[in-house]
């Protein structure tokens, strides 16, 4: 199993939740053991944070017919020297 290290979820635009959410991503970081936490760090600064941003301008400006489906990004961290966007 890869460690999943850094995840985000676009709430599409229809869903039954709170209205406050609706349009919104959540972004989560996932804890990773302490000797560890420095690299993946920095590697969430070099590789993953770039990428997040991209996905998250998207949530604002591709159309409705984007912001109607749900959207989610996960990275994971591949070997101790790498991480990988899946876009789902």
């Not at 998207?58 to 020297?81: C, D, Y």
């Amino acid at each position: 199993m890869i460690p999943l290290v850094l995840d985000a979820s676009f709430v599409s635009i229809g869903r039954k939740v709170h209205p406050t959410v609706v349009g919104r991503s959540l972004v989560s970081i996932h804890a990773v053991p302490s000797i560890k936490r420095h690299a993946v760090e920095e590697l969430i600064v070099a590789e993953a944070l770039p990428v997040l941003c991209e996905w998250l301008a998207k949530t604002q400006s591709e159309g409705n017919s984007w912001r109607g489906m749900p959207h989610s990004i996960a990275f994971h961290l591949v070997g101790s020297k790498h991480i990988r966007a899946i876009n789902e």
